[in-house]
Each structure stands twice: as C-alpha cells, then as structure tokens.
C-alpha cells in the first residue's frame, strides 16, 4: 500500500517560496499511469488543486497558480516537490500530496497534510 507524506517549514514570510517535498513509500513515482499531485485547504475554504506531476514527470498547473507553481521531482529519493514563489498570508493553508490513477480520476491516496503558515 502506497503511503505519502509531506514535509517542510510550517512558517513562511510573505513575498519569499513555500517549499514542501512529499516522500512516497510503497510504489514509486514513475510507475505508469500515476499523477501525484499538490492540493491545499485555507482556513474555512475548500480544497484547491495547485498541480501534478505525472509518472512521466510531466507537469501541468491551476492556471489560478500556474506563474508562481513548480513541481518537481527526485526519482532516486521517491520524492516530488512543490514550490510556490511570492506567497502572501492568502496562501496559508493546509498542504497535501495525493496520488490519481490519471488526471481526472478521484485521488486514491492522500498524506496527512501539513499547516504551512504566511506570515512575517
């Protein structure tokens, strides 16, 4: 069973990246036909989509966050990363990493999330 789970500062200051990394144990990242993606959840709001990276390592973004996202990843680590430039107290929220079996697919794994925090 694939397990996810993010990592990084909990506490961001405004116009600086936030820069989180989900570590995936279980199942890599490369095996075909897998999406990982980044959502987050601001305080009292709904879930958003920021973003995935395919098993490929394709890319593709909200085209609400698409010039300030970046998703990466690091194949001999399992890992995936986001970063998301001149954050602002609006992009405090929870984090989360989840894996699709395809781009429009309901997300069949989740971490746990993580609080990261904009503020000076």
């Known amino acids: 069973q694939v397990q996810l789970q993010e990592s990084g500062p909990g506490l961001v200051k405004p116009s600086q990246t936030l820069s989180l990394t989900c570590t995936v144990s279980g199942g890599s990242i490369t095996t075909s036909y897998y999406y990982w993606s980044w959502i987050h959840q601001p305080p009292g709001k709904g879930l958003e989509w920021i973003g995935y990276?395919?098993?490929?390592?394709?890319?593709y973004y909200s085209p609400a966050l698409n010039s300030r996202t970046s998703i990466s990843r690091a194949t001999s680590k399992n890992q995936f990363t986001l970063q998301l430039s001149s954050v602002t107290p609006e992009d405090t929220a929870v984090y989360y990493c989840t894996r699709a079996p395809s781009p429009s697919s309901p997300f069949d794994s989740w971490g746990q999330g993580t609080q990261v925090t904009v503020s000076s």
């Open positions: 990276i395919a098993y490929s390592g394709n890319t």
